[in-house]
């Protein structure tokens, strides 16, 4: 599987920007896939997931605040992040894994299988 991650930019505290992930390669998997993001001198750490059914799980760092979905007819998984803070500043990775939603490794970078290159969030303040 291929992912392709876009839709980050520069935007202001208190906007909104949504990331997509496109999928290609072996789409035909009921892959649960998740959102990722890290910022400069940090490890990379967990933001949302969802199972194939639409079933998801977020951060509490972003819970409120962004919403996770997927079309998949479009083998693409969205990123709607609303009420950005200086702080969601970070590169955006998806990823794709066969283990189900609720598996702990689902909120951990181990867990995954597949990554996209990351698109670059930068929120000003």
């Known amino acids: 599987v291929q992912l392709q991650a876009s839709g980050g930019g520069l935007v202001q505290a208190g906007g909104s920007l949504r990331l997509s992930c496109a999928a290609s390669?072996?789409?035909?998997?009921?892959?649960?896939m998740g959102w990722f993001r890290q910022a400069p001198g940090k490890e990379r750490e967990f933001v949302a997931v969802?199972?194939?059914?639409?079933?998801?799980r977020y951060a509490d760092s972003v819970k409120g605040r962004f919403t996770i979905s997927r079309d998949n007819a479009k083998n693409t998984v969205y990123l709607q992040m609303n009420s950005l803070k200086p702080e969601d500043t970070a590169v955006y990775y998806c990823?794709?894994?066969?283990?189900?939603?609720?598996?702990?490794?689902?909120?951990?970078?181990?867990?995954?299988?597949?990554w996209g290159q990351g698109t670059q969030v930068t929120v000003s303040s």
């Open positions: 969802i199972s194939w059914s639409g079933t998801t």
């Open positions: 390669g072996r789409t035909g998997s009921s892959y649960t």
């Open positions: 990823a794709a894994t066969t283990k189900g939603l609720w598996n702990t490794l689902a909120v951990v970078t181990a867990g995954y299988d597949y």
